[in-house]
């Protein structure tokens, strides 16, 4: 039963955009993923990221194994991508039906507009979640819309017009 508390700062939460990502990894030569929410830019100088996993994800324990992970950044028309990696399957049955290749050692979907590979190099526990700080060993730019989740819903970005920003022309 959640406090009164838990369910305000869920809502409040509910409110703010995320990204959309399933991060991988391989276990015994065969991929593994999940979808995240919480993923963001930690550092320039050295390239750096974070991602949040559960403590009782399963890939978290594959990452801990091999130090490593990949952020595969979902674009706009990846909604059931997002779906299929956030379900609670067996290990490996995520990927089955996705088309990915091998990425700096790492399981990268297909079709993803933006790549990290990164290298684990510090975990903090963060109340019922482990925070990996990921080193940046390779990236991939992205070149489409994102796909975000906001109020329980997926989206994308779109660009405003000044007249709304309060900016004049």
């Not at 959309?20 to 999940?34: K, L, N």
């Amino acid at each position: 039963m959640l406090t009164q508390l838990q369910n305000d700062f869920r809502e409040v939460m509910a409110g703010v955009a995320t990204p959309v990502s399933v991060v991988t990894a391989f276990h015994e030569g065969a991929p593994h993923g999940t979808t995240v929410s919480a993923f963001t830019s930690l550092s320039m100088t050295p390239p750096m990221v974070l991602v949040s996993l559960d403590k009782t994800s399963r890939l978290l324990g594959l990452v801990r194994r091999s130090g490593r992970f990949g952020v595969n950044i979902l674009g706009a028309a990846q909604a059931e991508t997002a779906r299929s990696f956030a379900k609670k399957l067996e290990m490996g049955e995520k990927f089955a039906g996705i088309t990915w290749e091998h990425d700096t050692g790492l399981p990268r979907i297909a079709g993803v507009p933006g790549w990290l590979a990164c290298s684990v190099t510090q975990e903090v526990e963060g109340g019922d979640h482990i925070v990996l700080f990921g080193e940046v060993l390779s990236a991939a730019p992205a070149t489409a819309a994102p796909l975000t989740y906001h109020s329980r819903t997926f989206g994308t970005h779109s660009l405003l017009d000044d007249r709304l920003c309060g900016q004049s022309a």
